[in-house]
């Protein structure tokens, strides 16, 4: 007999949003429930609370990963989501809080050592700063590199490029030079609206034709008895081979004598031509 789990295979988010907002109590400036998943919107100064509360209390044991969001128009522009998942109950829930540019969210990496790594990825791509990371550097990016490439603000080709010199033997910086302006594609089918017309299509553009041309009646192909005159008649008249006669014209060649004589002719000529040449000796036979 199967030994039963305590962890249900399907988990069910009946109830649980009202548990973990009432657990929560004033941090909470928001929740819902989304694609099945319940999501719930912190105070940002009181993440790490708000987190240990779900880890210790509600057996949310596991923080799997740390997002960023950036919403430019926002007057708080990144929002940093943190998803917890719970091994007991097979059961995850999101939770968020807002920043922005010079705002710092406070580390999390008292209640999950493995936070450092997410929180420095988010602050590498979005640069939001995390209060009381002892190691908030780069993670993905290279040395000397400008800017946060998960801005919805930042240039898609970068501000800066590197290369090998071959003259300094070594890895430099220089700023972006395009040789052509950024191309901005229609990815449209030519079908379906595009504003230029594609090599071959220019025949979609002639007029149709007031009479088309039709092969159903015998008179549409050219057949009858006019042609077979028309074809009949002479197109070479007075060209030599017209004007010969019987007796210019040389008979066809006789038949060739069969096989068995055409072999015994043969074999003569080879013993006649074997007496003729010369033996070893100089002397003919």
């Known amino acids: 007999m199967s030994e039963v789990h305590s962890a249900p295979k399907f988990a069910s988010n009946e109830g649980v949003r009202a548990t973990l907002l009432g657990a929560l109590g004033d941090m909470v400036v928001g929740a819902d429930e989304q694609y099945g998943e319940i999501i719930i919107s912190v105070e940002r100064d009181r993440i790490e ?3 240990r509360t ?13 997002a960023g969001v950036d919403y430019p128009d926002r007057a708080e522009r990144f929002e ?19 920043a922005d540019e010079n ?13 450092g790594w997410l929180e420095r990825e988010v602050f590498d791509m979005y640069g939001v700063i995390f209060d009381g990371n002892t190691d908030l550097r780069r993670i ?6 400008e800017g946060h490439p998960f801005r919805k603000d930042f240039p898609l080709t970068g501000y800066t490029e590197l ?26 089918s ?17 007029p149709p034709v007031d009479e ?53 002719r043969e074999g003569k000529t080879r013993d006649t031509k074997a007496s003729t040449e010369p033996d070893e000796d100089g002397d003919k036979a």
Do not use: C
Request: aromatic fraction near 8%.
């Open 140 to 145: 993905l990016t290279d040395y000397g590199f």
């Open 49 to 51: 609370d708000a987190l």
């Open 54 to 66: 779900l880890r210790d209390d509600h057996e949310y044991q596991q923080m799997m990963e740390i």
């Open 163 to 188: 290369r090998y010199s071959e003259d300094e033997k070594r890895v430099v910086y220089e700023p972006v030079e395009l040789a052509q302006d950024l191309r901005q594609f229609d990815f449209l």
């Open 190 to 206: 030519p079908w379906e609206g595009a504003d230029y017309q594609l090599p071959g299509d220019e025949k979609a553009d002639m």
């Open 212 to 264: 088309p041309k039709v092969t159903e009646d015998e008179g549409d192909t050219g057949a009858g008895e006019a042609t077979d005159d028309k074809a009949a008649e002479k197109v070479s008249a007075g060209s030599p081979a017209e004007e010969s006669t019987d007796e210019d014209r040389t008979d066809a060649p006789e038949p060739t004598e069969d096989r068995e004589d055409r072999v015994e």
């Open 103 to 115: 705002t710092p969210v406070p580390t999390i990496t008292t209640l999950w050592p493995n936070a």
């Open 80 to 98: 940093v989501v943190y998803m917890l998942l719970s091994l007991t109950r097979n059961h995850r829930v999101m939770v968020k809080v807002s």
